[in-house]
């Protein structure tokens, strides 16, 4: 497998319910990023990930939780979830970060969930 | 703040023909970076072309080009020879990175682009 994997691709649940997204990534990246898709808005950047290390949120509600536990991987924790959250919803990963040299972001094909 | 304007929600063109897909931003910075990202059925973002701003010269990838005008803050993107494979969202996007470290990728809201055979 290359690139960058998510799972599921979709994704219904209850504004009850708990679930989990993941993102994979066989690139050999160091950042990884969960972006929100929304029907006519521009896509929002949610969390980043520099070296496993959390540097971005933003302003995102805590019923979203992200974890990272290693370079490779990328989760979001979704609990007690908004109809409004319906989305989709794009992992990225790119090269260091630090490194100002326009480094490209690389998508997955994203989950939609739909909570209801 | 910085924001992406993308004119068109949607746009057609004839299969074979030139589509030009408008886009401007708003930034006090001089330094920074854009890009156009290919959003097709499958919904995965696929790059297609960047540029640098500090670079005059426009940016080429096979069939697609851009024109930067940094003075006028407009990017847009040329597509020729236009295929069916080319219908998809198209999204520009800006990033300005700040004291070496890489900065947030802001979208514009995309437009649609429609493939007529």
């Known amino acids: 497998e290359t690139g960058v994997t998510q799972t599921p691709r979709h994704l219904v649940m209850g504004m009850t319910n708990k679930k989990s997204l993941k993102c994979e990534q066989h690139?050999?990246?160091?950042?990884m990023y969960w972006y929100k898709q929304s029907a006519k808005k521009p896509l929002e950047l949610m969390f980043v990930y520099n070296f496993k290390e959390q540097t971005e949120n933003n302003s995102v509600p805590s019923r979203f939780s992200p974890e990272c536990p290693n370079s490779s991987h990328l989760f979001l924790h979704l609990h007690t979830l908004q109809p409004e959250d319906s989305a989709l919803y794009l992992c990225?990963?790119?090269?260091?970060?630090?490194?100002?040299?326009?480094?490209?972001?690389?998508f997955g094909p994203g989950t939609r969930l739909t909570v209801l | 703040a910085q924001t992406v304007t993308q004119s068109q929600p949607e746009m057609s063109v004839q299969e074979a023909e030139t589509v030009t897909l408008s886009c401007t931003y708003d930034?006090?910075?001089?330094?920074?970076?854009l890009f156009w990202y290919k959003q097709p059925p499958s919904r995965q973002m696929i790059l297609v072309i960047r540029?640098?701003?500090?670079?005059?010269q426009n940016a080429t990838e096979n069939r697609f080009s851009v024109n930067f005008q940094k003075a006028a803050k407009s990017f847009s993107l040329k597509i020729s020879d236009s295929q069916l494979g080319d219908a998809a969202m198209y999204f520009c996007a800006y990033r300005v990175d700040y004291g070496g470290s890489q900065g947030n990728l802001i979208f514009g809201k995309g437009t649609k682009l429609s493939v007529k055979p």
């Open positions: 930034t006090s910075e001089s330094d920074y970076y």
């Open positions: 540029q640098e701003a500090y670079k005059q």
């Open positions: 990225a990963s790119s090269h260091t970060p630090g490194l100002a040299g326009g480094t490209k972001q690389f």
């Open positions: 690139l050999g990246h160091n950042a």
